[in-house]
């Protein structure tokens, strides 16, 4: 399974608890989810329905592919679904997530993706980290340049060349991007995670590309007025 989170330093990441394996005959299921999380009601009911749709889905596309392999002669291979979240930060008002979900289907290689989500600690509420900014726009404004300037720099990094000319990745926009909501005090939103997941922003081989970067007061004013509060200028 793909790693990722040793690169952004958005706070002190607190591991989510080790997952258990469940073993069945066309697949292999993990879910697992911080005490953190499942401490809060509400939440930790969400949890438990988002673990039972993640295992129904990995289960019946697994029996599905089975008969498939069966019926045109050729081989099984056993799935894998493998779901881990875990805390980026907490802070008095809200709890950040992040999960890295990784799928085997039978085919040359598996995949990793990238959520995240908030928790509204005081409404009991699960949102996307988008709905706490007043539009896409106002996001891609406020971190876009920076975002475009750096990718293509890291990438000519990781392929060893001098430049990156690419018009089958071009560079995506915020919108495309998992964000992650960090802090480094644990008392307000001070840092963002930018995540470019796989075949996002580059080949398969070339992984995931993540930046972090400090809440600055254009970012901060991108931020809806009743969440300001839980955000503060970075450094």
Excluded: N
């Amino acid at each position: 399974m793909h790693r990722v989170w040793s690169g952004l330093a958005i706070g002190a990441v607190l591991l989510a608890a080790p997952a258990r394996t469940e073993k069945a005959a066309d697949y292999t299921f993990a879910y697992v989810a911080p005490s953190a999380a499942t401490r809060l009601p509400s939440l930790r009911q969400w949890l438990e329905q988002d673990r039972a749709r993640f295992r129904r889905t990995a289960a019946t596309e697994a029996a599905a592919d089975r008969v498939e392999a069966a019926k045109d002669g050729h081989p099984f291979h056993q799935h894998e679904a493998t779901r881990a979240w875990k805390v980026v930060t907490e802070t008095p008002l809200l709890l950040s997530l992040s999960a890295e979900t990784y799928r085997y289907t039978g085919g040359a290689h598996g995949g990793t993706a990238i959520d995240s989500l908030v928790w509204d600690k005081v409404r009991s509420r699960r949102l996307d980290p988008r709905a706490l900014f007043v539009s896409a726009d106002a996001l891609q404004r406020a971190l876009g340049a920076r975002w475009c300037a750096w990718l293509p720099r890291e990438r000519a990094r990781r392929l060893q060349v001098d430049e990156v000319d690419d018009p089958v990745f071009p560079c995506p926009k915020i919108a495309e991007l998992t964000l992650l909501l960090g802090s480094t005090d644990r008392r307000a939103i001070d840092r963002v995670g930018l995540i470019a997941g796989q075949y996002v922003a580059g080949a398969y081989a070339e992984g995931m590309y993540e930046m972090t970067v400090p809440v600055t007061p254009e970012l901060l004013a991108a931020v809806r007025p009743e969440w300001r509060r839980a955000f503060r200028v970075g450094q």
